[in-house]
C-alpha cells in the first residue's frame, strides 16, 4: 500500500504542470538535475520513499513528443525507456530537449547518428 502511495506521488510530480507541491518539490530537490538524477540523501522522508519507486514508475510514463519539451536524455519519449539508460554513451553533455533534433518537422538524422546508435536512430525516425 505504501509503495502505491508513493509511486502516485511520484507519478503526479513528474506529470503535473499546475499543482503548488509539484513545483515545490521540483524546486527543492531538482535545480540542478533532471528528477531521475536526483538524489535522496538527506533529504525528507517523503522524497526518500519517492525515490525507491522512481525508476519503476519512470518506465511507465510515455512523454509525447508534440512541441518537443522533453528532456532528449531523460524522458522516455521513444517507448524503450530514458535514452539516459538505454542508449546513453553520449549523454554526458547539458541537458537536451528534443525539440533540439527537430529541423521543419522533421528529425535531424545527422543529429541524431551524433548522439545515438544506429539501431536507435532508425526508431527513432520510424516512429
Not at 525507491?52 to 512523454?63: G, P, S
Not at 531523460?74 to 549523454?91: I, M, P, R, S
Not at 548522439?115 to 527513432?124: F, R, Y
Amino acid at each position: 500500500m505504501a509503495k502505491a502511495l508513493f509511486a502516485k506521488l511520484w507519478w503526479n510530480f513528474r506529470t503535473s504542470t499546475s499543482s503548488l507541491w509539484s513545483e515545490f518539490m521540483w524546486n527543492k530537490y531538482c535545480k540542478k538535475f533532471h528528477p531521475i538524477m536526483a538524489k535522496g540523501y538527506g533529504v525528507s522522508h517523503v522524497w526518500r520513499k519517492m525515490m525507491t519507486v522512481k525508476d519503476e514508475v519512470e518506465h511507465n510514463i510515455w512523454w509525447q513528443v508534440k512541441a518537443g519539451n522533453s528532456s532528449f536524455w531523460f524522458d522516455n519519449w521513444t517507448q524503450q525507456g530514458a535514452l539516459y539508460y538505454v542508449d546513453g554513451e553520449n549523454a554526458i553533455e547539458k541537458e537536451l530537449k528534443v525539440q533540439e533534433l527537430i529541423r521543419g518537422g522533421e528529425w535531424d538524422i545527422q543529429g541524431l547518428r551524433s548522439k545515438l546508435s544506429e539501431e536507435m536512430t532508425t526508431h527513432v525516425v520510424k516512429t
